[in-house]
């Protein structure tokens, strides 16, 4: 019988203390419940004079946002956790500890990093992150190629995805990414001042076929283990490091999901931005900065993966001259794609992000929806026929004037 309860903080002193290692054992600990997700409690214990802490994560059976009437596997925590302890083998420096966990109570504790930001709240605040690039590249290098059938034996890797079957978080990616932004959902929100841009999107055929295409990669196309929700707010920075969290979504899929996922956080940030800077060369220089991060991503990912390619592959087949190029070519143009489709639904969607929402000035908000729309539609229009990440930078510099905006 399941002895799954959602914890208080009593309890997450108690499984706090029975972790070996972490506090003396004459300490008092603290504990506060901290969880700004949607989906799961987060308890934060501490120690009497906070010099050791760390971090309980336990899923709830339905999601948080929108309350029991959307029930959610516990199994997710399984996954969550497994997931984190993949990466964590892959990238040390990248990933928090894990330190215990129970999948009956659907919980992991793992490394406190309170020290750290949020990046989504970084970059809103025009933080300067000069490694992420470099980081986040060599994470989804790794990451991706050892769990693909490039880094990993091919029966290995088929037993594998069989322990990462997350159908509850897919279906969620499913409705909310590839489906409702093109239709009329109860799921969708947006202002009624972009009701012309919602209708646009609901009869957009061209579109849909691109959506619909790049759907049947996400549904089909069990390329390597995924993150599954790689947005800046999954993402914990400082100047120097880099820590990426909350793989609740991971599952085998395309890899350029996850690299879209990211470029498409930065390019909403940056569309934010004149909501975030009003001061016209600082504004620029953000803007620019944004850009060449979202550029970074990519060339860093792409060298890295190059590397682990020509290095670890002992597979003859994959040696053929040609297909590494093919390859990295199809994984840019899943990720422009991906990249698109992940700003639109974050606009007309369920859930938008603090860059575009928490902008004060309603003509300025609205601006930014519409650019982020307009580059959105154009990565996904287009992503068949990219060739570089400077065609994607292109597309993103056209929408933008399409629009009638300077950049
Ligand atoms: P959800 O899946 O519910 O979105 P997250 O894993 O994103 O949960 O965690 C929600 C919040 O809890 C994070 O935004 C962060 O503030 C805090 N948090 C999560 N993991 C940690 C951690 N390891 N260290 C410090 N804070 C954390
Ligand atoms: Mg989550």
Partial sequence: ?????????????????????????????????????????????????????IIIKQAVPYAKVVGESWPLSLDRARIERQSLEIQHRLCPDLVPQVYSYSDDLAYTAMEDLSEYTIMRKGLIDGNIYPNFAEH?????????????????????????????????????????????????????????????EAEALRNDIPLHLEVALLREKFLTHAQALLHGDLHTGSIFVTTESTKVIDPEFAFFGPMGFDIGAVIGNLLLNYVAQPGWNQNGEDLTIREDRLLEMAKDVWTNFESSFRTLWNNEILDEMFQTPGYQDHYLTELLRDTAGFAGCKMIRRIVGLSHVADIDGIQDDSVREAAQRKALAIGKNLVRHNRSVNSIYDILKLVQLASTEIGVSK
């Fill in 1 to 53: 019988m399941s002895t799954y309860h959602s914890l208080n903080n009593e309890e997450a002193i108690s499984l706090a203390k029975s972790i070996p290692g972490i506090f003396s054992e004459s300490t008092v600990l603290n504990c506060r419940e901290i969880g700004d997700g949607n989906l799961n409690l987060v308890f934060h214990v501490t120690s009497e004079n906070s010099t050791e802490s």
């Fill in 136 to 196: 986040i590249g060599q994470f989804l290098a790794r990451t991706l190629f050892f769990t693909s059938d490039l880094g990993m034996n091919q029966q290995e890797k088929k037993e594998l995805a069989g322990r990462f079957v997350n159908p509850d978080l897919c279906k969620i990616t499913e409705d909310l990414i590839f489906e409702d932004p093109y239709r009329a959902s109860a799921n969708n929100n947006y202002s009624a001042s972009i009701e012309d």
